[in-house]
Nanobody, 117 residues
Framework: QVRLVESGGGLVQAGGSLRLSCAAS????????MGWYRRAPGMQRDMVAT???????NYADSVKGRFTVAEDNRRNTVYLQMNSLKAEDTAVYYC???????????WGQGTQVTVSP
């Protein structure tokens, strides 16, 4: 069993910054991709950023240049540094992990990020 726990969400003014953290625990040795998705009100859940075990990163076009995903393998933690936040970044952010070997995906419970105009 794998558990992903997010922290760091909150309310921030437009132009501000937040850092999200995701702590992974349990049987995580098979996980080779982690990252963040978000779901805005009334919208589907979309990929924000991912990072592979080899360090390859991928970003949604809407966050390129503003968000940075990073991983601390020793602490089994993934971070999302969000700068220059916009009102349209308001969403519930979910931590994500997956294994290409077992084809299983894991999700955190989500953390709310609200950006006021």
């Amino acid at each position: 069993q794998v558990r992903l726990v997010e922290s760091g969400g909150g309310l921030v003014q437009a132009g501000g910054s937040l850092r999200l953290s995701c702590a992974a625990s349990g049987f995580i040795s098979n996980i080779d991709l982690m990252g963040w998705y978000r779901r805005a009100p009334g919208m589907q859940r979309d990929m924000v950023a991912t990072i592979s075990r080899g360090g390859t990163v991928n970003y949604a076009d809407s966050v390129k240049g503003r968000f940075t995903v990073a991983e601390d393998n020793r602490r089994n933690t993934v971070y999302l540094q969000m700068n220059s936040l916009k009102a349209e970044d308001t969403a519930v952010y979910y931590c994500y992990g997956s294994s290409s070997r077992t084809k299983i995906s894991y999700w955190g419970q989500g953390t709310q990020v609200t950006v006021s105009p």
